[in-house]
């Protein structure tokens, strides 16, 4: 198990050490650190722990596994403030995890919180980790989808971080298809057999019919048409509010950030975890952010990386 450690401004060393301490003792799910030694060392030895950075010694009692990048420098690292530099080594982190999956080093990735405003300042385009993962794997734009685990749902997002006006507008049939199948995809990589999944609709009671809106009919149902013609369990559209408290369903579909964040968030609070689905690659990262006004004081918490991290360790 990879897990990456995110902005090295943020609390996501801390974060990511904290788990590997946490699971050093688990060796089917016993993560190994892809950072830099130095953003991580502080948490590892005032632990008790020491390193080892050596691949053919991974695992060795009383140690946490570390694959060292080199991505940023330790005088470049300033707690509590997002920079370019954090951002480039962010995405440094997820390159060389991706590439230790790739040639069979690691089975999955869980990725520590990121910062948009960082890695944009770098000069790279940067939505969230789906779409860097889309753009590392080759698998072409809106072809990676964010699930959000957490409170007893799982939502996938369509659209994810950008504009409301730009996320409604690009809604189509096909894209909403692509993320349904996503889902039922990593559902069944849950354990998940037959998955009932629900489609939120996109206006207000899902338009009634057209009484608020066409889209819905335009849009939404023609997807869960073509869902179910091709076997997926798929339902709705049905307003946001009503469908989540209907019992049965395995998954919802979320058209934008906020109808799917709110719901999982209000329940979850900070253990939620969030799995990009989509790529073919195991990946998840944890619900909450870099948290910069703690980052660098020994306060945060590594419970919703160590949820996901033994998430993704039961995916088939």
């Not at 590392?136 to 504009?163: N, P």
């Not at 207000?204 to 076997?231: C, K, N, S, W």
């Not at 073919?280 to 306060?299: E, N, R, T």
Request: hydrophobic share 45%.
């Amino acid at each position: 198990m990879l897990i990456t450690v995110g902005d090295a401004n943020g609390i996501g060393p801390e974060v990511a050490a904290k788990a590997a301490i946490a699971l050093a003792d688990d060796p089917a799910l016993r993560p190994v650190i892809v950072g830099d030694r130095h953003l991580v060392e502080p948490v590892v030895t005032a632990a008790g722990f020491a390193f080892e950075p050596s691949m053919d010694k991974w695992g060795a009692p009383g140690h946490v596994d570390l694959h060292e990048v080199g991505a940023i420098d330790a005088a470049d690292v300033t707690p509590g403030t997002p920079t370019a530099a954090s951002g480039r080594a962010t995405v440094a982190y997820v390159e060389r995890a991706v590439a230790l999956v790739k040639d069979g080093t690691g089975r999955a990735i869980v990725a520590c919180p990121h910062s948009e405003t960082a890695v944009n300042a770098s000069g790279r385009t940067f939505s969230g980790y789906p779409n860097l993962l889309s753009e590392l794997l080759g698998t072409g734009e809106d072809s990676v989808f964010l699930m959000l685990i957490g409170g007893g749902l799982r939502i996938v997002h369509v659209t994810l971080h950008e504009g409301i006006h730009t996320a409604l507008d690009r809604l189509t049939p096909e894209l909403i298809e692509r993320a349904t199948l996503a889902a039922h995809q990593a559902l069944s990589g849950l354990g998940i057999d037959a998955p009932r999944i629900g489609l939120f609709g996109i206006n207000p009671h899902a338009g009634e019919g057209g009484l608020f809106g066409d889209e819905d009919d335009r849009i939404v149902t023609p997807a869960i048409e073509r869902l179910r013609a091709q076997g997926i369990d798929a339902h709705g559209p049905e307003g946001a509010d009503v469908m989540l408290v209907r019992e049965g369903y395995d998954a919802f579909v979320a058209m934008y950030h906020d109808q799917g964040h709110i719901p999982v968030k209000l329940l979850a609070g900070r253990s939620s975890a969030a799995m990009s689905i989509g790529s073919g690659l195991v990946f998840s990262s944890v619900g909450h952010g870099a948290a910069f006004d703690i980052a660098g004081k020994g306060q945060a918490s590594s419970d919703a990386a160590v949820a996901a991290i033994r998430l993704v360790g039961g995916i088939q």
